[in-house]
């Protein structure tokens, strides 16, 4: 159980377009999802906080115009990286967290590594 | 607030040797505590965690952790490492207070390299 995925696994684009990634909660509703962004031999940085049905809360020094985060369900999150820049090339991580007995866990998606040209 | 300094970016050890990695946490209130393994190009895969109770906590993979209060440490060990363990490990911390949202703070990560 616990398992989150993510969609793509990886993604290649052009500068100045939009890419948007999915994380899904496959067997549990995910009242929080959490998006991580981590860059080579580095450690993961928080960017926001998702809860379902409300507006995300995001990390000091993260454009939320940039990365828009959207909390539709309780199984679903994505995050658009609007008008990409090669500066926003980065492995990007998602986790979800149950509510319940639980509730201090997260479980980690696989991660969708972007590379942008 | 919290913080997690991992003491050592990388570590090196022969295979069937003791593994050590340290941890050390920064926390105003009773935290949470957490170790991550991250193979390659892969999320995070939760090792241990101690919550409350007993202090040394078993994980997956034959690892083990002890919850140090008077050190404020979180060291994770394991008694015989495998080539299998070699992969990124991060230490995280996330206070024990469920409005604050559960965020997890974590350490600059330490690199496990094994040998044959």
């Known amino acids: 159980g616990a398992v989150v995925s993510q969609h793509p696994s990886w993604v290649i684009c052009k500068s100045g377009t939009s890419v948007k990634i999915e994380c899904r909660s496959l067997d549990f509703q995910a009242t929080t999802m959490f998006w991580y962004r981590q860059f080579p031999k580095q450690s993961l940085m928080l960017m926001a906080t998702?809860?379902?049905?409300?507006?995300?809360?995001?990390e000091q020094g993260v454009e939320k115009d940039k990365f828009l985060i959207n909390h539709a369900s309780l199984t679903l999150s994505t995050l658009t990286v609007t008008s990409a820049h090669p500066e926003d090339s980065s492995f990007y991580i998602c986790?979800?967290?149950?509510?319940?007995?639980?509730?201090?866990?997260?479980?980690f998606g696989p991660g969708t590594r972007l590379t942008v040209l | 607030a919290q913080s997690v300094t991992q003491l050592g970016s990388h570590v090196s050890v022969s295979e069937g040797a003791l593994v050590l990695l340290r941890c050390n946490y920064s926390?105003?209130?009773?935290?949470?505590l957490f170790w991550y393994v991250q193979y390659p190009n892969q999320g995070l895969q939760l090792l241990l965690k101690y919550t409350t109770g007993a202090t040394l906590v078993k994980g997956i993979n034959g690892f083990e952790a002890e919850f140090k209060k008077s050190e404020t440490s979180f060291h994770l060990t394991k008694p015989s490492a495998h080539m299998s363990d070699a992969a990124e490990y991060f230490c995280?911390?996330?206070?024990?207070?469920?409005?604050?949202?559960?965020?997890?703070?974590f350490g600059q990560g330490t690199e496990l390299s094994v040998k044959p």
């Open positions: 986790s979800a967290r149950s509510g319940g007995a639980r509730v201090n866990e997260q479980f």
């Open positions: 998702s809860n379902e049905g409300s507006k995300a809360t995001y």
């Open positions: 926390s105003s209130v009773p935290p949470y």
């Open positions: 995280a911390v996330s206070p024990m207070i469920y409005n604050q949202g559960g965020k997890l703070i």
